[in-house]
């Protein structure tokens, strides 16, 4: 009697696990379209469609390749992005980084950086979607980033900012989607 009550119990617990892995792999995705919809809105909006359209989609890639390429990002983690964050604010960053981005671009992408506009996907997956609740951590990030928001100067050596780059959990800042609002303050930042 004791060991089928123990395999019930043990079940119960694996499926809600399971539950709730899906439910986090589900709010990936949906973060993923609705993060790329917005920007392909933005890409077309901005500029003709045709012209150098591969950069301009994957515009955060090749600003955190060249990161990488000058030695400004160390590695691809929160610990690394929180030295990035630093070393910006603290104009460890040569001005000529961004010429030499919009030189090997052939085109100015400022306009490609835009703040805050993935954090509104996060409010489309609470309130329109309802696929995540306030025990998530997209909602302890969404809280955080208003609270940086709220505090005003947009800095990146904030406090503020380094406790919403905490929210994240690691394996899911390795997801570009989750960085791009990074390298949107630290590209508008710089320019």
């Known amino acids: ?26 709010a990936d995705e949906k973060f993923k379209l ?9 890409v077309t ?13 994957n515009i955060h890639s090749l600003l955190e390749n060249l990161l990488i390429q000058e030695k400004y990002l160390t590695e691809i983690s929160k610990n690394g992005y929180a030295e990035l964050l630093k070393k910006e604010s603290r104009k460890e960053i040569k001005p000529e980084f961004i010429e030499k981005l919009k030189s090997d671009l ?12 993935h954090s509104s996907c996060y409010g489309y997956l609470f309130e329109q979607l309802k696929i995540l609740d306030k025990s998530s951590w997209q ?9 940086f928001e709220a505090y005003g100067d947009l800095k990146t050596d904030s406090e503020y900012l380094i406790d919403v780059l905490n929210k994240i959990p690691e ?20 320019n």
């Open 1 to 26: 009697m004791k060991k089928p009550f123990q395999i019930i119990i043990l079940t119960l617990i694996t499926a809600c696990g399971s539950t709730k892995n899906t439910t986090d792999l589900i």
């Open 45 to 57: 909006d901005v500029s003709p469609i045709g012209e150098k359209l591969i950069y301009k989609q």
């Open 139 to 147: 909602f302890e990030f969404v809280l955080a980033y208003n609270k």
């Open 171 to 190: 394996n899911k800042f390795q997801l570009i989607m989750y960085r791009k609002l990074f390298l949107d303050l630290i590209y508008t930042n710089l």
């Open 106 to 117: 052939g085109f100015d992408p400022y306009l490609f950086f835009p703040i805050n506009s």
């Open 34 to 42: 609705c993060s790329e919809i917005k920007y392909n809105q933005l």
